[in-house]
């Protein structure tokens, strides 16, 4: 079945420092990757939509020079938190999409701890 | 605003029992239908999709899907203590679209 690699699974980092966390597509290609945030207790919330090639589609509300999403490959995205602040301190999780039956694959997530 | 509403929780259904969970959404556009399960401090995974009107049944898992009402419900039936977790309600309007979460809802399944 489809897998998506994420790492890292957990990181603390900083104020004011940078975090990368990158969204691997093992067995398909990933023509969509999505990234989304998730607070303790609260639902997924979609951060920014990325197709291989081109520039991610952010949502409102999402500071798209703060939250700097990669889509290099069919397989690989990163998203880079930077100058991260305590407040960014959330559960990130990423989610591939390619074609044909796998339809939307989850990562596991990386929880990011900003001290 | 496309909106997917989940009913408050927490549900708490004794071990053996049927769990009820409803989803209702606002984009009429919608096509597909999707229940995850997530642990606490995991992320979701894949229970149940559905595209078409009707039941769709899994084993334990049953969804059911109507466009007319624009809702989606699943049923989870002998419910099991491994069962209890938070159930989102996800949508997409087509393939490659984004989902649309509910805020999901906490299941507890007592022995």
């Known amino acids: 079945g489809a897998v998506v690699s994420q790492h890292p699974s957990r990181v603390i980092c900083k104020s004011g420092t940078s975090v990368k966390i990158e969204c691997r597509s093992l067995?398909?290609?990933?023509?969509?990757m999505f990234w989304y945030r998730q607070f303790p207790k609260q639902s997924l919330m979609l951060m920014a939509t990325?197709?291989?090639?081109?520039?991610?589609?952010?949502e409102q509300g999402v500071e798209k020079d703060k939250f700097l999403i990669n889509h290099a490959s069919l397989t690989l995205s990163t998203l880079t938190v930077t100058s991260a602040h305590p407040e960014d301190s959330s559960f990130y999780i990423c989610?591939?999409?390619?074609?044909?039956?796998?339809?939307?694959?989850f990562g596991s997530g990386t929880r990011l701890t900003v001290v | 605003q496309k909106e997917v509403e989940q009913n408050s929780g927490p549900l708490s259904v004794p071990e053996g029992a049927i769990a009820s969970l409803n989803c209702t959404y606002s984009?009429?556009?919608?096509?597909?239908f999707f229940w995850y399960r997530q642990y606490s401090g995991k992320s979701p995974e894949l229970i149940m999709s559905?595209?078409?009107?009707g039941d769709k049944e899994d084993g334990r898992f049953t969804a059911q899907l109507n466009k007319a009402s624009q809702y989606v419900s699943l049923l989870i039936r002998d419910s099991q203590p491994s069962d209890s977790a938070t159930y989102l309600c996800?949508?997409?309007?087509?393939?490659?679209?984004?989902?649309?979460f509910g805020k999901g809802i906490t299941l507890s399944v007592r022995p």
């Open positions: 996800a949508v997409s309007t087509g393939a490659n679209s984004k989902l649309t």
């Open positions: 990325s197709n291989e090639g081109s520039k991610a589609t952010y």
């Open positions: 984009d009429r556009g919608s096509q597909s």
């Open positions: 067995d398909f290609q990933a023509t969509t």
């Open positions: 559905i595209y078409s009107n």
């Open positions: 989610s591939a999409m390619g074609a044909g039956p796998y339809g939307y694959t």
